[in-house]
């Protein structure tokens, strides 16, 4: 009871609306249909995606993040947002020498992760090795709408009214749509690099007469993919787009720099970024 001319103080606490984001990424290969197919002894493990949270829940996303985290795929390329086992905890360089580093996770009082209401942006920063950083992402549940993998996906957190159950939305463009499955899948394809080999055929007598016509065969050592090719006018043959002998590792009969056959000198250049030739 408050009194005439009396001053009093009331404080209402509330709990904030959050959500546990039950996301799930899958990391796949492009160019292979079957999920978490990979050639050889690749691995799509080790990519690094950050997930950027505004602070506001209308899907403005131009303004700098009020927080990013960053997660790594495992050994079978998936990353669970809501798993901390994932997070990036420790400071990552990458190869320009850039740094990452997550901000503090929200955590209850039992540490579990949640997330608050906002706009996020999950998209990916670090390709797993033999990897490019290009391909598209897209939401299991609509897998025509399509993203870059630098430009990412786009999510609220939000409410339907005040006081209600805090729910999740996903898009790829300007509209936002409602999450409808309990646990969210986006998958995320990237390119394989693609590398060449190079070889030259030249005689014995100071590598100044081309051999042309030769043929030779390369076979990959463990996919045993063949590869074969007859030396031009200039005693020399090209393998391009060597998505597989690259990836993997030399491929037989190419196993250094200089081989001896009678008296013929075969020199070779393997180069997985590009074209190069010794």
């Not at 990519?47 to 131009?62: D, I, Q, R």
């Not at 797993?128 to 990412?152: H, I, W």
């Not at 996919?223 to 074969?228: E, K, L, Q, R």
Request: glycine fraction near 8%; proline fraction near 4%; hydrophobic fraction near 35%.
């Amino acid at each position: 009871v408050v009194t005439p001319k009396e001053t009093t103080q009331i404080v209402c606490t509330e709990v904030p609306g959050t959500h546990t984001f039950p996301l799930t990424l899958k990391k796949m290969d492009q160019e292979l249909s079957e999920p978490f197919a990979v050639r050889g002894n690749m691995s799509l493990q080790g990519a690094v995606f950050e997930l950027s949270y505004y602070m506001n829940v209308n899907g403005k996303t131009e303004d700098t993040p009020y927080h990013r985290w960053y997660f790594y795929t495992d050994a079978d390329g998936k990353i669970a947002i809501g798993d901390s086992s994932c997070f990036l905890k420790n400071v990552y360089t990458m190869q320009d020498g850039t740094t990452l580093k997550s901000d503090e996770l929200y955590t209850d009082a039992d540490g579990q992760i949640f997330y608050p209401l906002g706009s996020y942006v999950l998209k990916e920063v670090v390709p797993p090795r033999y990897f490019q950083l290009k391909g598209f992402m897209c939401f299991s549940e609509n897998a025509d709408k399509k993203a870059s993998v630098t430009d990412g996906l786009k999510m609220l957190i939000k409410q339907r009214a005040n006081g209600a159950e805090a729910e999740l939305y996903g898009s790829n463009d300007q509209k936002f749509e409602k999450l409808e499955t309990e646990n969210i899948t986006v998958n995320a394809y990237d390119s394989p690099r693609k590398g060449s080999i190079c070889l030259y055929k030249k005689d014995s007598k100071g590598f100044k007469h081309p051999l042309e016509g030769v043929i030779f065969e390369m076979k990959g050592v463990q996919t045993g993919d063949v590869y074969t090719g007859t030396t031009d006018a200039e005693g020399r043959i090209e393998w391009k787009d060597l998505k597989r002998v690259l990836m993997i590792g030399i491929p037989a009969g190419i196993q250094g720099a200089i081989f001896s056959v009678s008296n013929v000198f075969i020199q070779s250049g393997i180069n997985s970024f590009g074209e190069d030739a010794i």
